[in-house]
């Protein structure tokens, strides 16, 4: 009878190490199942950016406002005066005319923001011997006008107005009148200024001048600078300094000149339109 309690005391721990074994199993195969996962989740960062970059958050990010871009120089209408380069406002342009200006025989449209305006007035040539302007260069001569350039006397200026240029295509139609860089130049009767205008490629810094009675243009070229003060539609008096003597637009460097030109105005008074006359026996005063 004693041996029985011995054989269930050997059955009832062998059952507990088998609960023991298989608990250890389970642990283990949890642990298992553990183990393939990371037990914290890694956040996801920003890809790397360059050195000194502002991050801007989504929600702060700057909203865009739809615009048109702004009117270029060349979207004005057609047919109004060209371009000065004193008007901040953009004009449109006439068609190119016969510029009547030009030092060393160039084409001389200038160059005004983007977009081409004509450099100087259009100007149509008299026939020569039976001038229909003789009668307007003996209305103006009769004037006395002040020559132009200050210390040059009538006896010292040379008459050029039918002189070739642009390769015999056409005639200077203006004479120009030599002096040293910076000599004042000087309104040559009473007026105003019709047009204070910059040509690149011609005239350069040039000045357009009505008469009292705006039915004549003077046209003054290759400055070196306007006088201090100067503006579109102040009055002029005889005699005024208006500018200086220079080279700029197309002239020789080497050979600093007042360009002068008169012109007749059609009835719409245009200033950079007309019909050319000859200054030099207009300045001789005959």
Same mark, same amino acid.
């Given at each position: 009878m004693a041996a029985r309690p011995a054989r269930k005391s050997g059955w009832g721990q062998a059952l507990g190490w088998f609960v023991v074994l /298989? /608990? %250890? %199993? %389970?642990? /283990?195969s949890w642990l298992l199942r553990q183990a393939g996962q990371p037990l914290i989740q890694p956040r996801e960062s920003a890809p790397p950016t360059d /050195?000194? &970059? $502002?991050?801007t958050p989504i929600s702060q990010a700057p909203r865009q406002r739809d615009s048109a871009p702004p009117p270029g120089p060349g979207d004005a209408a057609a047919g109004a005066a060209p371009e000065s380069v004193l008007v901040s406002r953009t004009e449109a342009k006439p068609p190119a005319p016969i510029a009547i200006d030009a030092a060393g025989g160039a084409a001389h449209a200038p160059i005004t923001g983007s977009a081409a305006a004509p450099a100087e007035p259009t100007a149509t040539p008299a026939p020569h011997g039976d001038d229909p302007l003789a009668e307007d260069i003996a209305r103006l001569a009769a004037r006395r006008l002040t020559l132009p350039v200050r210390g040059v006397g009538a006896g010292q200026l040379i008459d050029t107005y039918t002189e070739a240029r642009a390769g015999g295509a056409r005639s200077h139609e203006a004479i120009d009148?030599? &002096?040293p860089a910076g000599t004042p130049v000087? &309104? $040559?009767e009473d007026g105003r200024v019709a047009r204070l205008f910059f040509s690149q490629g011609g005239g350069g810094i040039t000045l357009y001048q009505f008469d009292p009675d705006e039915q #004549? &243009? #003077?046209y003054y070229a290759h400055l070196e600078r306007y006088a201090d003060g100067l503006r579109d539609g102040q009055p002029l008096r005889r005699g005024q300094v208006i500018g200086y003597v220079g080279a700029s637009g197309n002239a020789n460097p080497q050979a600093p000149h007042l360009h002068f030109a008169i012109f007749k105005l059609g009835p719409d008074k245009r200033w950079w339109k007309g019909e050319a006359l000859n200054p030099y026996p207009v300045l001789r005063g005959r």
């Open positions: /298989a /608990a %250890l %199993l %389970l642990g /283990a /050195a000194g &970059a $502002v991050q009148i030599m &002096a000087l &309104a $040559v #004549y &243009a #003077y």
